[in-house]
Nanobody
Framework: QVQLVESGGGLVQAGGSLRLSCAAS????????MGWFRQAPGMQREVVAT???????GYADSVKGRFTISRDNAKNTVFLQMNSLKPEDTAVYYC????????WGQGTQVTVSA
């Protein structure tokens, strides 16, 4: 069974940067399209960025130009580089497979102060 472990979150001031990592164990990671999602308090989980198994990327309008998703199939890891962070980016961030989701990990908290 595939396990997803997110890391790299923290507290940062507005305008700052963070790099999130998601390590997957088990499964055939390289065959999955992957995505980063986030959930703010009282809000539904939303997709932030996606990357296909071939490396094509997509972004929510709210993060386009500021966030970059990438993957390292050799290390079964997907990354999210977040720049120019805003207070509205505050949320718990998760990674998961695009399409049929795997079991959700614990997520990593990102808090952006004004």
């Amino acid at each position: 069974q595939v396990q997803l472990v997110e890391s790299g979150g923290g507290l940062v001031q507005a305008g700052g940067s963070l790099r999130l990592s998601c390590a997957a164990s088990g499964g055939i990671f390289s065959s999955y399209g992957m995505g980063w999602f986030r959930q703010a308090p009282g809000m539904q989980r939303e997709v932030v960025a996606t990357i296909t198994r071939g490396g094509s990327t997509g972004y929510a309008d709210s993060v386009k130009g500021r966030f970059t998703i990438s993957r390292d199939n050799a290390k079964n890891t997907v990354f999210l580089q977040m720049n120019s962070l805003k207070p509205e980016d505050t949320a718990v961030y998760y990674c998961n497979r695009i399409g049929v989701p795997l079991n959700w990990g614990q997520g990593t908290q990102v808090t952006v102060s004004a």
